[in-house]
């Protein structure tokens, strides 16, 4: 897709992509005149540069910890709120041949938002974590020195056995499969697979709770504003791709969106959309405002260094590398992406 717009080609309507790189290179179309103070901030601080708006983020998503209702009733277990809590839960299906949390390691993106959501709940989220990302982005931070300690306190998945080496060759189907046959008491995704739980266990009786830390609180949900919609700078039909987007910001086009995307929120001002049941357990970290994904906030590091922290997560489940080469690996990375 990049190759395109360096070209001047590529479709229309782009979505994901808008960066301060991207944006400096000319790829996209100030959407300021005609969008400026529709959306909330909150949605459109991350395409949003020099105070041009150049992308709509659409409905928030966020992952959490999805949960098998009845095998927490047949075991007389409660909702975790700590860490600790869960790693008691996760014993207890342990002891009953019954895997804890379901989770396809072969995908990178999903061991790197594992860790992310401990490091969310016991570093980034904290007072004392809160202008990590900007830090880490500009190079006075890096991630070894601040965050080792929720590294090395994810590894306690691996150490108590709920996650192990073989799952680095699980696909994300395969987990799901585990989640809805009654195999794996957890798995931890977002909305966009709810259909698919649904399809493959219509009878299911599903929940979520935040993602856990070992300090409490409500938990953190891993997420931010849905991926945004610019219009390329290049496009020899503008003026239809901005009805397009005038089409999608209003509730009636927020709501078609959500209807194929449930359980996020719009960012479109005046809108909002009820969230289904299963969701009631994540309420408090929702009221609270603890929905974030720390990557958003890395700037022009943010796609590399996802894939680099995702690998370096593999490597520390299948014993390649420690927590602490993992982490200085990760920060090399990002030291070379600043120099260019």
Same mark, same amino acid.
């Given at each position: 897709?990049?190759?395109? !717009?360096?070209?001047? *080609?590529?479709?229309?309507?782009?979505?994901?992509?808008?960066?301060?790189?991207?944006?400096?290179?000319?790829?996209?179309? &100030?959407?300021?005149?005609?969008?400026?103070?529709?959306?909330?901030?909150?949605?459109?601080?991350?395409?949003?540069?020099?105070?041009?708006?150049? @992308? !709509?983020?659409?409905?928030?998503?966020?992952?959490?910890?999805?949960?098998?209702?009845?095998?927490?009733?047949?075991?007389?277990?409660?909702?975790?709120?700590?860490?600790?809590?869960?790693?008691?839960?996760?014993?207890?299906?342990?002891?009953?041949?019954?895997?804890?949390?379901?989770?396809? !390691?072969?995908?990178?993106?999903?061991?790197?938002?594992?860790?992310?959501?401990? #490091?969310?709940?016991?570093?980034?989220?904290?007072?004392?974590?809160?202008?990590?990302?900007?830090?880490?982005?500009?190079?006075?931070?890096?991630?070894?020195? #601040? +965050?080792?300690?929720?590294?090395?306190?994810?590894?306690?998945?691996?150490? $108590?056995?709920?996650?192990?080496?073989?799952?680095?060759?699980? *696909?994300?189907?395969?987990?799901?499969? *585990?989640?809805?046959?009654?195999?794996?008491?957890?798995?931890?995704?977002?909305?966009?697979?709810? &259909?698919?739980?649904?399809?493959?266990?219509?009878?299911?009786?599903?929940?979520?709770?935040?993602?856990?830390?070992?300090?409490?609180?409500?938990?953190?949900?891993?997420?931010?504003?849905?991926?945004?919609? @610019?219009?390329?700078?290049?496009?020899?039909?503008?003026?239809?791709?901005? =009805?397009? +987007?005038?089409?999608?910001?209003?509730?009636?086009? =927020?709501?078609?969106?959500?209807?194929?995307?449930?359980?996020?929120?719009?960012?479109?001002?005046?809108?909002?959309?009820?969230?289904?049941?299963?969701?009631?357990?994540?309420?408090?970290?929702?009221?609270?405002?603890?929905?974030?994904?720390?990557?958003?906030?890395?700037?022009?590091?943010?796609?590399?260094?996802?894939? *680099?922290?995702?690998?370096?997560?593999?490597?520390?489940?299948?014993?390649?590398?420690?927590?602490?080469?993992?982490?200085?690996?990760?920060?090399?990375?990002?030291?070379?992406? $600043?120099?260019?």
């Amino acid at each position: 897709m990049k190759t395109q !717009l360096a070209a001047g *080609e590529g479709p229309d309507i782009v979505g994901g992509l808008i960066d301060e790189t991207t944006v400096k290179l000319g790829y996209f179309e &100030d959407l300021t005149p005609r969008f400026a103070g529709k959306y909330y901030d909150s949605g459109t601080s991350y395409v949003t540069f020099d105070g041009k708006l150049y @992308g !709509l983020p659409q409905a928030s998503w966020f992952n959490g910890i999805y949960y098998n209702v009845d095998l927490f009733k047949k075991y007389n277990l409660q909702i975790p709120k700590t860490l600790d809590e869960y790693f008691a839960v996760a014993k207890t299906f342990q002891d009953n041949g019954i895997k804890p949390q379901a989770i396809g !390691l072969k995908n990178a993106n999903v061991a790197m938002q594992s860790f992310i959501a401990l #490091a969310l709940n016991d570093y980034i989220g904290m007072p004392e974590g809160k202008g990590f990302d900007e830090a880490f982005r500009t190079g006075s931070a890096s991630m070894k020195e #601040a +965050l080792l300690p929720a590294l090395n306190t994810w590894t306690e998945y691996l150490k $108590r056995g709920i996650f192990t080496k073989d799952m680095l060759g699980l *696909e994300e189907e395969q987990a799901i499969d *585990e989640f809805t046959s009654g195999k794996a008491a957890m798995f931890q995704t977002g909305p966009w697979y709810m &259909d698919t739980f649904k399809q493959k266990n219509p009878a299911m009786n599903i929940g979520m709770f935040p993602n856990l830390g070992t300090k409490g609180g409500p938990g953190w949900m891993v997420g931010g504003p849905g991926v945004a919609f @610019g219009i390329n700078a290049k496009s020899t039909a503008k003026e239809a791709a901005f =009805q397009v +987007l005038e089409l999608l910001s209003t509730p009636e086009g =927020q709501e078609a969106y959500w209807n194929d995307n449930k359980g996020g929120s719009s960012f479109l001002k005046g809108v909002e959309f009820e969230m289904p049941a299963e969701y009631r357990d994540a309420q408090e970290a929702f009221k609270q405002g603890n929905v974030y994904f720390p990557p958003n906030g890395w700037g022009a590091l943010r796609n590399p260094i996802i894939d *680099e922290l995702g690998k370096m997560i593999q490597a520390v489940v299948g014993g390649q590398e420690t927590p602490e080469q993992a982490l200085a690996s990760v920060d090399k990375k990002a030291a070379a992406l $600043r120099s260019k």
